[in-house]
C-alpha cells in the first residue's frame, strides 16, 4: 500500500508505508506523524534525511522532501560549506524541534514555502545560489538569517514570523520579497546589501 500522502507528494511513491495514524491513514516514515513514526529515533531518521539528499545529489538530481515531518531536531552539518545542494524541496514540511542549515550551499533553487518551524530555525553563513522560496513559511520560534547570501530572488511573501527574526550581514542579489510578512515580535535588517 502506497503512502496516503504519495498522490500529493509524487516522491514517497517507492516507500514503503507502515505507518498508519488514529483515523487509519497510511503514511511512510517522512510524512507519518510526529506521535506515529513507530520505533525510530532521531538518529535513525536523520540519516535517512541524509542519505537521500546525498543520494540525489551525488546524481545531479533535485531533492523533494517535501511534506515530511521532522519529529526530531535536525543540523544538516553534515552538508555544510563543502558539498553544494542542487534544487532541493522543503515545501509544506514541519519541523517539530530545531533547525539547522548553518554554513550550506545551495546551488539551485531552496524551497520551503508553506513550511512550518515550531522552534527555533537557524539559516546562518548560508549561500542560497538560486531562488530562495519561503512564501507562506510559518516561524513559531525565533528565525536567524546571519550572514546569508541571497543570490537568486528571496521570496519570503506572506511569511508569518511569530518571535523574533534576524536578518544581519547578508546580501539580497536577486531582490526580495518581503510582501504581506507579518512580525509577532521583533524584526531586525541590519548591515545588509541589497542590490
Known amino acids: 500500500m502506497d503512502c496516503c ?14 505507518y498508519e495514524d488514529e483515523m487509519g ?12 513514526k513507530g520505533p525510530f529515533h532521531a538518529d535513525e531518521f536523520n540519516s535517512m534525511v541524509f542519505e537521500l539528499i546525498h543520494e540525489k545529489t551525488k546524481a545531479g538530481e533535485p531533492c523533494s522532501l517535501a511534506g515530511t515531518v521532522f519529529e526530531w531536531e535536525i543540523s ?5 560549506k563543502e558539498i553544494p545542494l542542487n534544487g532541493i524541496s522543503f515545501a509544506e514540511a514541519t519541523f517539530c524541534h530545531s533547525v539547522n542549515f ?19 530555525a537557524d539559516f546562518e553563513y548560508i549561500q542560497f545560489h538560486g531562488d530562495a522560496l519561503f512564501k507562506e513559511a510559518i516561524f513559531y520560534g525565533d528565525a536567524y538569517f546571519f550572514d546569508s547570501i541571497f543570490s537568486g530572488k528571496a521570496d519570503f511573501n506572506k511569511v508569518v514570523f511569530d518571535k523574533f527574526v534576524y536578518f544581519s550581514v547578508g546580501a539580497f542579489r536577486g531582490g526580495g520579497n518581503f510582501d504581506e510578512v507579518r512580525y509577532g515580535n521583533k524584526i531586525i535588517f541590519k548591515r545588509l546589501v541589497i542590490e
Open 5 to 18: 500522502l504519495s498522490e500529493k507528494y509524487q516522491w514517497c511513491k517507492a516507500l514503503p508505508a507502515d
Open 25 to 36: 491513514d497510511i503514511f511512510c516514515i517522512f510524512h507519518a506523524p510526529a506521535t506515529n
Open 76 to 80: 544538516l552539518k553534515p552538508f555544510a
Open 102 to 120: 548553518n554554513h550550506l550551499i545551495f546551488s539551485e533553487s531552496v524551497d520551503f514555502s508553506g513550511a512550518t518551524f515550531l522552534e527555533k
